[in-house]
């Protein structure tokens, strides 16, 4: 079974910078797709950044208006959000997803969150001075 575990998340300044981590486990093959969310009490999930990897290649796709990158360390099984320049309004619970089965390899992830089946914890990004 496929899990998820975020961390990373924290109490930062404005300007600041974090960089949270998702480790995943319970999968056989190095194809993923994966997607990074973040939601504040009384709104839906919001995505901001995703990848998927199949046949040694990766497509990442970032959200136009979001300020954050997605990575990978597949000797790791982790995945990356790099946050810089923090502001208050990123103030969040911050999670991490999957699809499972994963997308074929060339296929492009999305930012619908009911598209993903598997979701991490969550790991809260407080930002204030």
């Known amino acids: 079974q496929l899990q998820l575990v975020e961390s990373g998340g924290g109490l930062v300044q404005p300007g600041g910078s974090l960089r949270l981590s998702c480790v995943h486990s319970?999968?056989?093959?190095?194809?993923?797709?994966i997607g990074w969310f973040r939601q504040v009490p009384g709104k839906g999930r919001e995505g901001l950044s995703c990848?998927?990897?199949?046949?040694?290649?990766?497509n990442y796709v970032n959200s136009p208006s979001g300020r954050f990158t997605i990575s990978k360390d597949g000797a790791k099984n982790t995945v990356y959000l790099q946050m810089p320049s923090l502001e208050p309004e990123d103030t969040a619970t911050y999670y991490c997803?999957?699809?499972?089965?994963?997308?074929?390899?060339?296929?492009?992830?999305?930012?619908?969150?009911?598209?993903?089946?598997?979701w991490g914890q969550g790991t809260q990004v407080t930002v204030s001075s």
């Open positions: 997803a999957a699809m499972n089965p994963p997308l074929p390899p060339g296929r492009i992830c999305t930012f619908h969150p009911e598209k993903y089946n598997s």
């Open positions: 319970g999968v056989t093959s190095d194809s993923v797709t």
């Open positions: 990848l998927s990897s199949g046949d040694g290649t990766t």
